[in-house]
């Protein structure tokens, strides 16, 4: 989930805060939005919301900046022969549950682009579904170009970290590898860090692993969200390339627009899954209430998201809570906003059928903590300054070299304090490989009830992050600015 920042004439960064935290920071209270906005509300410039979290009363409520519909106000409200030296492709993979991965030339579905595409081919469409445990995993590269995969949220894959234990594959050639799948949640496989370069545009790929026990939900949705460049003649053009003369498209779950439908008193769970590249996603869900569960792929302390709306960096997952509670033929748009012109993605439809039961269930209680640590301790944390500029020894993903001095060096059990900041004349999405971290408050005297794994930061801003150094072996960063022109850099850090 993307960390906002406030209204452009603040200057501020909207954020999970206490009360108190948000009394020094100048936050503004505002209650609860409604269900069921009329038509005329539903062309409103969205209004991007943030959660405020007390301390005292556990109970969740928003706060809410109003967006015009255009780029630059949305990115001034946000708050995806070998490359790397020394490392070697695996010949064969641990035992485990197999996972067969084609990287190959496919044609997309019904929506765009209209030209030939990068895929991920498992044999079947849709989610890759999986339980908790080992994932034995074989990757066969039938591209022209080299592939490097990218496991967004699965923290502690040393062997399948992309660049630092995981060498990009050349054309024709093999993998085998074992992904330690730890957390249940929704996380996110793409090829973007050496699919750049050159080639074709590559479709990602959603990775859900199972909750065990069973969260209580009527249906389980999945809805990856991808932007295209596309040309007058439907080809599509890569990431950090100049888009000019193309048009944005974006496609849910492979098609232009997704039809849902529910039955009266069912509840929904829906994983959205920002695949874009570059783009950070505004979206609106009419009608109902849309209680966050998760982000980034772990569980967060619940709230309503005001008018049912979400904003996702690039990479970013939200797991929410939707109660089909409209009268039947009821038809609610999900909108997305990118920053132009609203556009509607999908629409979820209250069936005539007889209802799944009486009435709505109970909001629901958190999920499971997924093993995360409940405290993290500051006061013994090794302390570190990690700037965004570009000069700032960031580099291409074809230039890194794993063997290559870290930005930082911790020993495994320690605490880790990052102050980011990012001097740039543009909003920047961070993103931490190999564990998953907290948002500090400003004073470093509490932090945000959620996970991330990544993070936007607007244009001179700092922001103060912290993570358990659970996991050795040598991670990456990841910086990018929110340009489709922008080249993707990277860095790492290296847990002993």
Known sequence: MVVCPGTAASGGLITWCTRFASQKNGFRNAALGRAGRSAAAAKRPLDMGCGKWSAWTMKTTMTNQVFSPSRRVLLAGLGGTALASGLRLPATAQSGTPLSLRARPATPGAGLPKSQIWAL???????????????A?????????????????????????????????????????????????????????????????????????????????????????????????????????????????????????????????????LRIVNGCARAPLGLR?????????????????PFLARDGQLVLAPGSRIDAFIDATRAPGTVSQIILHDGTAPKTIARLTTLSDAPVRPAPLPSAPAFPSNGMPERLNLQGALRSDLSLDPNAQWIAPSEFDAAAKPAYSVKRGRTVVLAIANPTSAPVAFRLHGHHFRLLDRLDDGWKPFWLDTLMLDKGQTQRIAFLAEYPGRWLMEATAINWTAPKLVRSYAVE
């Open 121 to 135: 081919d498992t044999g079947t469409s849709g989610p890759m579904r999986f339980s908790k445990g080992d994932l």
């Open 137 to 269: 995993v074989t990757l066969l590269n039938e591209l022209p170009a080299p592939i490097v995969l990218n496991w967004l949220g699965i923290d502690g894959a040393q062997a399948a970290s992309p660049l630092t234990g995981q060498a990009p594959v050349p054309p024709g050639g093999r993998a085998a590898f074992t992904v330690p799948l730890r957390q249940s949640g929704t996380y996110l496989v793409n090829a973007l860090l050496a699919g750049e370069a050159t080639g074709q545009p590559t479709a990602a790929r959603a990775l859900i692993v199972e909750d065990n026990p069973k969260i209580a939900a009527d249906r389980d949705e999945v809805l990856l969200i991808e932007e295209w460049r596309v040309k007058p003649d439907g080809s599509a053009i890569l990431p950090g390339n100049n888009p000019d003369g193309t048009t944005a498209a974006y496609t849910v779950n492979g098609q232009a627009s997704l039809d849902i439908t529910a039955k009266l008193n069912e509840r929904l769970r």
């Open 285 to 301: 869900i009419e009608n109902h209430d849309v209680r966050v569960m998760a982000i980034d792929g772990l569980p967060a302390e």
